[in-house]
């Protein structure tokens, strides 16, 4: 297997509150939802900087596919991390997350490891780190989110 990853899928309970809350919360880009002639095709894409999609697809979806049952499927312990270029940057995004509705787990501080993040939970309890790195620049993207 090549290092690449190319699609992250986060299942979810309701796909419309997801799909608002990514898209009109935090304002990442998206056609919405396509994919509804299919059963259990319904699912919403987001194309991200640097060649990642991020796609929201209902979790009874996901498991029927995998071949799994749904509780399955929520097993599985990830936190998604999103450079950002400073300190004031880490700030808006946990502010945006929150007023669309996330929950702030830990809020933006100093962190032992040099650099300043928050963390949040999505609607569907998925974890989100908003850092900042010292150490790992972020490069000039244009317009649009930075990489997850």
């Known amino acids: 297997m090549k290092p690449h990853v190319s699609v992250l899928t986060l299942g979810v309970s309701d796909l419309n509150r997801a799909l608002a809350f990514y898209r009109d919360g935090l304002g990442l880009p998206t056609e919405g939802i396509v994919g509804t002639e299919f059963e259990d095709g319904a699912v919403a894409f987001f194309r991200l900087n640097g060649g990642l999609t991020l796609a929201l697809w209902p979790v009874t979806s996901?498991?029927?596919?995998?071949?799994?049952?749904?509780?399955?499927?929520?097993?599985?312990?990830?936190?998604?991390?999103?450079?950002?270029?400073?300190?004031?940057e880490v700030d808006d995004v946990i502010g945006d997350a929150a007023a669309a509705g996330a929950v702030i787990t830990d809020p933006p501080r100093e962190r032992f490891w040099g650099g300043y993040a928050g963390y949040f939970q999505d609607l569907d309890g998925h974890i989100w780190e908003i850092a900042w790195n010292p150490h790992w620049p972020v490069p000039d993207q244009g317009s649009g989110p930075s990489p997850a």
Do not use: F, W
């Not at 071949?67 to 999103?82: K, W």
């Open 62 to 88: 996901m498991a029927k596919e995998a071949g799994l049952r749904e509780t399955e499927m929520r097993s599985g312990a990830v936190a998604i991390a999103h450079n950002v270029g400073s300190r004031s």
